[in-house]
């Protein structure tokens, strides 16, 4: 059952979302459909929002990764054809948006802070900077760019990482030289040995791997709620999680907003050490995330940033309670089969989901809620039938759906070197 706390603007708006493939849309539906008029943008005609009484209308655009200008053009004749209050960015768009906020704001309100502080947060190598300016934990990290430093900076077990990628595809777990050798060559491969790509190679940390997703408003902190995860999955992302509070890490993303003076939502991932109170950053994003676990709380940080995407003065939210438990099934069957998972492993798995059993246990699920949204059975129950089908697809199924939202490196470098003139134009 979800619990609202305070935090409604004063009439029913109409949101445009920026996509409808994500885990993160899913949750943004929830979050505000309800109340709201939701319409989404996404290059999949399957894209899994797609399929919700929460969404008005799909409307088929180019990829903004790999067609930015050609997504830009989309989007300004969408928001001139139809009078939207808020363009709710809900993924890595926001990299793009920040080139262009104030040309997207004479039509919708948006809340973003500037280009430069997005990239200072979502590139991986500028964040680690960042922490030790700011003198905040962290990891032991070498940002290298050939092959030869990466091979001098590996000591087993590692990650290797790159500045830009997107659910996991861009991070390495190296335990030995060959594996190193491996993924050395094939980052050599790709062409990512170069003055202009940084490649992170960062020790484990220590703890349960926590998330803290915040919305700021000018600088100012005006939501925060912090969840643990109780089960990993693809790409090493939470597939279960329990709400938490750990209030030095509040401060300490309240300090950062600050310094860069953040406007809109941002996430950090962090590893907490229970038995020592000791806690280590590892990574920034600039966007909402999965939100459904807070939403359970009470605490509506979609909710949040469409008042301050509005421009409405807010305040901050009450602190949320900290034992919501939450799922992803779908998501977990699929990491399942990733790592190899039988077809009567899958069939374990789905009846420890319906009998509520292990990590389900009184755990409400954060995609597929059939009692307020029964179309979401849909891409549910084509995930599953898929899986277990055929378990070897997961991997492919998981690389075509991020596609339509990821951010690579080849992508985040086209991005940033784009004229303000050719970007402009498209609002023109």
Known sequence: MVHERKSTPSRPLKILLTEGSSTSARQTLYALGPRHT?????????????????????????SFSKQPLAYLRFLANRLRAEKYDVLFPTHEQVYLLARVREQVKRYAGLALPDFEAIHR????????????????????????????????????????????????????RIDGAANMRQVAQQLETN??????????????????LSIIQTVFQHGRLVGAHCAQARRLGVGGAPMARISAWHPQVVQDVARMGRYLNWHGAL???????????????????????????????????????VRVSTNEKVELLERAPTDALSHQSFMILMAKAIDG?????????????WRRQDVYENSEDELTRPTSDLASIIPAAAVVLQLLAAPRTARKLVQRTVSNYSLPESAARTIAKMSDSELFDCFS
């Open 267 to 305: 996430f950090l991932e962090y590893f907490f050490d229970d038995s020592t109170g000791r806690y280590q950053y590892l990574e920034a994003n600039p966007r909402i995330g999965e939100t459904f676990n807070a939403t359970l709380c009470g605490m509506n940080l979609c909710e949040q940033l």
């Open 121 to 172: 947060m979502q590139d991986k190598a500028n964040f680690t900077r960042l922490l030790e300016q700011l003198g905040l934990p962290h990891p032991p990290t070498s940002i290298v760019t050939n092959r030869q430093d990466l091979e001098a900076a590996c000591t087993y077990p590692c990650f290797i990482k790159l500045a830009h990628s997107t659910a996991g595809t861009g991070v390495f």
């Open 38 to 62: 939701i319409d989404i943008l996404d290059p999949s005609p399957l894209c899994q929002c797609r399929f919700s009484r929460l969404v008005r209308r799909w409307y088929r655009c180019p």
């Open 341 to 353: 998972g039988s077809r009567s492993q899958l069939v374990g798995e789905l009846f420890r989901s």
């Open 191 to 208: 062409g990512l040995f170069n003055d202009e790509t940084e490649i992170l190679v960062q020790q484990p940390a220590v703890g349960t």
